[in-house]
């Protein structure tokens, strides 16, 4: 099969990795790391955008290199070919294998954020977030705007809620996909957890889910695959996205 995928540039490794030995001939378009930052309606827009510019007369799929992101990936319509994506919250479970391994770790670590190549060498996220930033999480409101809402000092107490989104966390954890270079992330992971004072822990991840992606073998409790003309929707149980008609 000839196929396109579009996908976070936190996965390029995984990815060029998994495309590189795939029996498929997969052409590749990354797109930038913090999509989701931007809020749910802008990401949507960006990738139905790059998923509307694929000439899909010369692929028989176009996957998604996503999870769902928030809600990031839902609207998301299918043109006239199918779209295939990895049923996976966030991008954590395409790192691990499955949304089942994922679950796990997570209930069995609470307070733990992860660490892989892509998310230190493609820029970090562990900063609280900047005036503008929280504009753009969803609130609406820049600080300014939180002062002459609802005054200073709630505007502060809101403010440090909101952007200080390291205060439940107790635990770096680096996983390990076996395409690093060398030990450097790790090691600055290491670092990081040290000054932070908080536990470390190296897993080693699962290339499973990305190489069935790339691969074609799209089992229906790993994948959706959307219909041409039926978009993407949230769905809230174990199956985590659905299709529908679109409009």
Known sequence: ????????????????????????????????????DSGSVLMLDRLQTALN????????????????????LAGLTARTKPVVIPRAHDCIALFLGSKERYLDYFNDHPGVYF?????MERGEGLQPLTADALKKSGLGYSYEELVAKYGEENAQFLYEQLGNHTRNYGQLTF????????????R????????????FE??????????????????????????????????????????????
């Open 188 to 199: 600055a992971t290491i670092d990081e957890a040290a000054r932070r004072e908080w536990k």
């Open 53 to 72: 510019a694929v000439d899909e007369a010369d692929y028989e799929a176009v996957l998604f290199g996503y999870a769902l992101c928030g809600t990031g």
């Open 115 to 119: 660490k892989t190549t892509g998310w």
């Open 1 to 36: 099969m000839r196929l396109k995928l579009i996908s976070c540039e936190i996965l390029y490794r995984e990815m060029c990795a998994a495309v590189a030995r795939s029996p498929n001939q997969v052409d590749i378009e990354f797109l930038p790391k913090g999509l989701h």
């Open 202 to 247: 190296k897993i080693r991840g699962d290339m499973s889910l990305i190489h069935d992606l790339v691969d074609g073998r799209w089992s229906p409790d790993r994948f959706l695959v959307v219909p041409p003309g039926w978009r993407v929707v949230a769905k809230h149980d174990e199956s985590i996205i659905g299709a529908e008609k679109a409009a």
């Open 175 to 186: 996983i390990e996909m076996g395409v690093e270079p060398d030990d450097r992330f790790e």
